[in-house]
């Protein structure tokens, strides 16, 4: 171990978190001016290396791989101290953390697993994961992406896009099928550990995408052709696809990690703009909409606090997720929309000044839109999480949504709260669109079991009461919406749209 690696992680956390927060004021405040900084691609190398100084990633790196010891809770509140000052530089985080450490961790190969994380502590490398493909997003257990044995090594090819830090990561984590001469492509998928900078491991950027925001990182379309030491392939408990469930299931949890500091840093600029700004001869705060706008954003602000405390105790990597689809869901979507409709209160707040390209309202709205696009898409999880709840109440013989809710672990309380409200039977089976209108409903059921249950451990009481009744208005107002009946559907898209004016 070196020097460094011991220095950083005997450092007391507070000191630790401190140390890096002060580094990210300095660069982004002091030595340069991260509105400027944000609408330009990528990132001065010199700011790279001064935040990567602070070893941030040995947070979420276990011990006896030279980290900090990968405490969730650690991990958490670094991403959520990225994310104050920069949504870029947490998903940057998040990638790393979720979507190649922790991966490493748990299923890597020791040999591989020895030279990736020295990498990481000593050089400060960094990695990503690559499952889309251009034909195949939503439905990525189609990918076409191959894999075939040979000696040693395995041979992957395939073509994959929107993998973020395309062209600059050191590694990747590369999925694809096994195809054999007799059988063709397997339906598992399997995951690599590629060095992209090691002769035979090169990924080829093709095209570069002027991606709308995030403009600090990079994306594009590779070609994969490389060939891969066998150590290189994580080794699933079970099944590929469970592995990968377990994966995406931890990422999704920790989605709130990315939304902490984002929220506080929204209620912190439409607090700060509102007392400041006069409309009228007034402050903007005394209006009751504008109070509306940001009790909402507080509110948001309370949902997010409580998911972070449950990913800490329920999202470790000890636990495998793979089953807990509903939850991590829940957590996903319902996180995400709180994090664009606040970015969009905040840009309403600012007014026009807001609109400006290098103001933080703007970016706001723009970085945070493709987090309900990303790693399932929100319409496509909230149907999952309606159709999980379903099977549930088959097996339970339940019809009736409140009673099924009070009696479901991860949403009693909040169930029992609820029981006059969703005293509805559902009768399945239901039409996507009322499967997604249902799993809006349950997604904020499930956060406001996670608000009841920070309240119990002492939280702010008005915060919680607050939020608490945000929450209940969206369940109502999304209950009236699931009973209405609607199932218009395009009407004949091939024919002329009628003009108006023949009827003047
Ligand atoms: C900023 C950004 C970062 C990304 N980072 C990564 C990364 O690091 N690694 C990686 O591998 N990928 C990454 N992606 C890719 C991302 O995971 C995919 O874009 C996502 O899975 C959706 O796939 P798609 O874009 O092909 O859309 P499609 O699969 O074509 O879906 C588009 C839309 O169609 C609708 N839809 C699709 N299927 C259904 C269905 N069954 N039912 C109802 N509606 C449906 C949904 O509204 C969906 O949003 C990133 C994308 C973006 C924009």
């Known amino acids: 171990m070196t020097s460094a690696v011991a220095h950083h992680s005997s450092i007391a956390f507070p000191d630790f978190l401190q140390n890096f927060q002060t580094c990210l004021k300095n660069v982004f405040h002091s030595r340069e001016d991260i509105d400027q900084l944000s609408i330009q691609r990528g990132l001065p190398p010199y700011v790279l290396r001064n935040i990567m100084d602070c070893n941030p990633f040995s947070a979420f790196i276990p011990s006896q791989h030279g980290g900090r010891g990968a405490d969730p809770r650690e991990g958490i509140a670094l991403v959520e101290a ?27 190969q020791e040999a591989a697993q020895k030279t990736v994380f020295k990498d990481f502590i000593e050089k400060q490398k960094m990695g990503g994961l690559m499952i889309t493909e251009p034909d195949y997003g939503s439905d990525a257990l189609h990918m076409q992406s191959s894999w075939t044995q040979q000696d040693d090594h395995c041979h992957l090819q395939g073509t994959k896009h929107w993998a973020g830090l395309t062209g600059w990561a050191d ?36 095209e570069k995408f002027s991606n709308l925001g995030l403009y600090m990182i990079p994306y594009g379309r590779n070609r994969i052709d490389v060939r891969l030491p066998a150590t290189h392939r994580l080794q699933p408990e079970s099944t590929g696809i469970k592995m990968m469930l ?22 912190d600029e439409a607090s700060d703009h509102c007392r400041k700004r006069l409309v009228g001869g007034k402050t903007l705060h005394s209006y ?13 602000f309370t949902i997010c606090s ?40 905040l840009l309403q707040l600012v007014g026009a000044k807001g609109y400006r390209l290098d103001h933080f309202a703007g ?54 709260q609820l029981k006059k409200r969703l005293d509805v039977s559902i009768e399945p089976p239901l039409p996507q669109r009322k499967l997604v209108e249902l799993g809006i409903l349950i997604s904020r059921v499930v956060s406001m ?24 208005q969206q369940i109502a107002t999304q209950l009236t919406r699931y009973k209405h009946p609607n199932q218009t559907h395009l009407i004949d898209p091939d024919r002329d749209h009628p003009s108006w004016r023949s009827y003047c």
């Open 363 to 416: 970016r706001a709205i723009v970085d945070s839109r493709p987090f309900q696009i990303f790693e399932g898409s929100n319409d496509i999880l909230y149907a999952q999480i309606a159709e999980t709840l379903l099977k549930q109440m088959k097996l339970a013989k339940e019809k009736n949504l409140a009673r099924y809710l009070a009696s479901f672990e991860l949403t009693r309380n909040a169930g029992e």
């Open 171 to 206: 590694y990747w984590l590369l999925t694809a099928r096994h195809r054999t001469p007799d059988k063709g492509l397997g339906r598992d998928i399997d995951f690599f550990i590629c060095a992209a900078n090691n002769p035979g491991q090169q990924v080829v950027v093709e």
């Open 82 to 108: 990225a994310s104050y000052e920069s949504l870029p530089l947490a998903l940057i985080f998040g990638i790393n953390w979720a979507l190649f450490i922790q991966p490493v961790v748990k299923y890597g």
């Open 449 to 472: 079991e996670m608000v009841l249950t920070l309240g119990a451990r002492g939280f702010d009481q008005q915060l919680i009461s607050a939020s608490l009744v945000h929450l209940q």
């Open 306 to 345: 409580a998911m972070c405390l449950n990913t800490s105790e329920r999202a470790g990597i000890e636990n495998n997720l793979a089953a807990q689809g509903l939850e991590a869901n829940a957590i996903k979507t319902c996180i995400t929309d709180l994090k664009q409709a606040a970015a969009q209160s």
């Open 246 to 267: 377990d994966i995406l299931h931890r990422s999704r949890m920790q989605f709130p990690a990315m939304a902490m500091g984002f929220i506080k840093r929204i209620l």
């Open 288 to 300: 009751d909409q504008v109070q509306a706008r940001l009790a909402e954003i507080q509110s948001a």
